[in-house]
């Protein structure tokens, strides 16, 4: 076996390859030198900078795994890898404790001013009262996102007597207990933090997940860490809150734009930059590159990596039949997600009807997917799907049975919260996706790709108009609307197709309307 090595991987790696394969290093290879010579390997590893795009993929007729040394996936083509054949890998892991313990530094450094001390001090000032420090113990940290870094940064600041708090729809109670940590609202976490750091992956939902409404319920102590992703603040409102004193400080280690020599946070001194260095150990570059290591030497030997993010080819017989299904399963986990509440705990999946069986493997992956979608760094597959859930502390339960009365299959998906249960079920009718029950009440909704909104509600006259003139005073236009009741005049459920999204303010307008008790806007 033949392995290539594009950029910098650390030694303890590539040792551990060279046990096992040919290995070859191969650095600042331009795109066509790479294409030429790729035919040749087995496995290909890189990190951020070579683009293992389409044509070079096609071009590795050998390859059976790209490997990331690192987490993000940006600079490889996956969907061409998998229509290839081709396993990708990477290391989702390797950088935790690194950008733990980066975090609790920057937290530390932010409580005494210790980057503005040193520079005083160096310039030939000898000033302390300048600088008076809090101290961490009895204060609260908030944390944003209780995933592989959240849940280290944790352990870590039990160690200096925090309370420690955190919001994570989606690690169960259960799991937060465990790190000792106490799981509150979004709204909570602001209010009371004296400390507050941020582990979110970016997605169009968390891209500046702190901004200026946000940062109006802080309190005016408060201090911002961000080693996560920079699009997670909008950096200008931070600027601006804490140049007026609403908040007392950050230390930011990721920018908007990177790499950046120039940004409106560097003109603050009670803001304390570095340049990406979460990551930047030795330690943890060691590990990433055995992780990899380890996981291209077990695709090569035929079996399953531990974080592919890539579903292993499912065979062409079966595929025809489980793929409409795992876009059925990928879209009830992404409609459960949006209209559940509380914090999870499980997760049940009924295969009824035809579908049953079949090895569901990669439907419960899907759902899970759809669950997990821009919540978790890595991507749910079938060979991660149990393992991310099980990490998060969520329970899943499968049930089949080859009977369906209405359909010939049916995937019905039951979310367990400590503020309810939300269920959700699909079929596939004519070649298309379509959701069949939600909670008590059984429509037929196509997802489009666009929005919907959905409202709890007692039918009665009025209503319906009442919703119409909102979104009619808005601009808004209704595609198509459902309507499912239970009885006349009885709990009812409408489902608005809308070309337009629905601002929050008509959204609570709608919930003003006498008998309206929910109104969710979804995207599907």
């Excluded at 096992?20 to 035919?39: H, N, R, T, Y």
């Excluded at 389409?54 to 007729?61: L, T």
């Excluded at 799991?175 to 106490?182: C, H, L, Q, S």
């Excluded at 039949?321 to 999870?344: D, H, Y």
Aim: glycine letters at 8%.
């Amino acid at each position: 076996m033949k392995i290539l090595i594009t950029e910098p991987v650390a030694n303890e790696g590539i040792e551990a390859l060279k046990h096992q394969a040919e290995v070859d290093v191969k650095l600042g290879l331009k795109p066509e030198e790479l294409k030429e010579i790729i035919s040749d390997y087995e496995a290909l590893i890189v990190r951020s900078e070579t683009k293992a795009t389409a044509d070079i993929i096609q071009a590795g007729r050998k390859l059976q795994v790209i490997a990331r040394a690192g987490v993000g996936l940006d600079n490889i083509d996956v969907a061409a890898a998998t229509r290839q054949g081709i396993v990708v890998v990477n290391a989702p892991t390797g950088n935790t404790i690194a950008a733990a313990e980066h975090t609790i530094a920057l937290m530390l450094a932010l409580a005494r001013h210790i980057p503005q001390a040193n520079t005083k001090l160096k310039s030939g000032v000898w000033q302390r009262s300048e600088y008076m420090g809090v101290e961490l113990k009895n204060k609260t940290l908030g944390i944003i996102g209780l995933g592989n870094v959240g849940s280290e940064v944790a352990r870590r600041a039990q160690a200096f007597e925090m309370r420690l708090i955190a919001y994570d729809p989606f690690v169960s109670v259960d799991y937060a207990r465990g790190v000792k940590v106490e799981l509150v609202s979004f709204d909570q976490l602001l209010r009371e933090s004296d400390f507050i750091t941020l582990h979110l992956p970016l997605t169009s939902d968390t891209r500046r997940f702190i901004g200026a409404k946000e940062l109006s319920k802080v309190k005016s102590t408060v201090r911002i860490i961000n080693c996560a992703r920079g699009e997670l603040i909008d950096e200008e409102a931070l600027f601006k809150a804490v140049e007026a004193g609403k908040v007392a400080g950050a230390a930011i280690d990721v920018f908007t734009t990177e790499p950046v020599t120039d940004s409106i946070l560097f003109k603050s001194d009670k803001i304390i930059v570095t340049p990406h260095l979460g990551a930047a150990t030795s330690e943890a570059q060691a590990t990433v590159a055995l992780e990899v290591a380890e996981q291209v030497m077990a695709v090569l030997r035929g079996q399953p990596a531990r974080y592919a993010v890539n579903a292993p080819q499912i065979p062409s017989e079966l595929l025809t039949v489980l793929a409409p299904f795992m876009q059925v399963a990928s879209t009830l986990g992404s409609l459960a997600r949006q209209l559940m509440e509380g914090q999870i705990n499980s997760i049940r999946i009924k295969y009824s009807g035809e579908i049953a069986n079949y090895d569901t493997s990669a439907i419960k992956a899907s759902v899970i997917g759809g669950l997990l979608e821009g919540i978790s760094e890595e991507r749910v597959n079938i060979v991660n799907a149990t393992m991310i859930a099980t990490q998060r502390g969520i329970k899943i339960i499968e049930q089949k049975e080859t009977t369906c009365e209405n359909y010939a299959s049916l995937i019905t998906v039951e979310v367990v919260t400590d503020a309810g249960i939300t269920v959700v079920a699909g079929t596939v009718l004519r070649g298309e996706t379509h959701i069949v029950r939600v909670n008590d009440f059984w429509p037929d909704i196509i997802p489009t790709g666009g929005y919907f909104l959905f409202s709890d509600h007692r039918d009665r006259p009025g209503l319906i108009g009442a919703v119409g003139t909102i979104t009619g005073k808005a601009d808004i236009n209704i595609s198509s609307m459902q309507l499912a009741r239970l009885q006349p005049r009885g709990p009812a459920l409408m489902i608005l197709a809308l070309d337009e999204p629905l601002p929050e303010e008509q959204k609570q307008e709608i919930l003003a309307i006498p008998d309206v008790y929910t109104a969710k806007l979804v995207k599907l």
